[in-house]
DNA sequence: ATCTTGAAAACTTTTTTAGTTTCTAAAGTT
DNA sequence: AACTTTAGAAACTAAAAAAGTTTTCAAGAT
């Protein structure tokens, strides 16, 4: 029982680093210094690692989700906190992971997708309803349509081609969907909170 | 012959992006549109392609530091460039792709790593004299080992696993790297070049 | 009309990798 | 001290995948 639970971050990482196809059930054992055999004890085949290893990233993400409605004074420190959380996330996305994802793991590709599409999406429409409520964000925008583009700026930012030949660093584009995005939803007020949390936060780490 | 030449940089931009493992001669044909076959008449095997494709990546960056030499007023100006050259180079040398080349293409591993370790060197030992004839880089250092000070840096940066754990990006550490080792170095007047040039060229994109 | 070209796809061969088994050494137990 | 358990190392097998080849077919050129 050498393989501690723990160890299923270590080899999260080692799959996010080197994609699933480069990371061999030899290699990782190689790394993890252990045996072939003793990963084979807890995990009965590749895909039920890979399953775990990359499920565990989707449930902590829900868990770090889940925290912030109690955590967030407003719908806008909330939206910063989302916001930091989902690019720190989303950096461990790299073209490769989501390559071999997609190629020979169509299933957890799916699931992947669906979490963004479905559960993202849908606390992102609450947390666009609840800044309207609280007279941050603009009655008139309909939290559906504006959950919806938030999702195509997080596949903006995953899609490797589209910013690349501008060589900024991503955290720089990740900053001006944001302020674009901000500046369109906001009322004046909101507009002011999203300063003001902004440079108490300090969003540039 | 619909596999024009200028395709090759395709082809080194899909290795990077997707390392030389998820990369298949298959995925290859169907991203660019073209046949296997047509691959096949114009380089012999995979290894030939890779090499072709990740040599020419070597031989730009050359022609890039020979160009430097006549483009610079001065050291300084000089290793700003260069270092900008290099950081941007570096970003493409992606964990999988540096893990795939070690595993298996070891003889193109070794010339990446004598490249590193004897022509960038070279080139940076060059720099440092040159800086010194022109009173901006303080005499009492020796250039050899400065030289390769620079490249254990680089290694540093290569290595993903050193600064994951602050998370902060990449360019930051470069520059936090820079500025500490040019001030190692630097006379006064020679911190004074630094600073005044690295205002004019906007180092940071 | 004939020839060439190259994509598409079927096919073969080789390599790689997943998954299993065997062996051995070390640690703990009785 | 003999015995049992545990896990790593490594050899092994079976299956999958990828490299590389060949055939077919359609479109454009001669």
Redesign the pocket.
Known sequence: ???APTHISTIRELFFRYG???????????Q??????????H???????VHAALGGFLNEHRGEMAALDQNSDNAIAKLIRMAAIGFQKMRNLTPTLLFDLQ??YPELWMELERYRKEEIVGIFKRLIERGQQEGLFRQEIDPSVVSIMHLQHTNLLLDPVVFSHLNHPIANIFHNIMEVFVGGITTPSGLEVWNTTKAQMNLHP
Do not use: F, H
Request: hydrophobic share 35%.
């Open positions: 029982m050498s393989l699933l196809k480069s990371m061999t059930m030899d290699e990782l054992a190689r993890l210094g252990c045996s072939k055999k003793t990963i084979y004890e995990y009965s085949d590749k895909k039920v690692l190629k020979s």
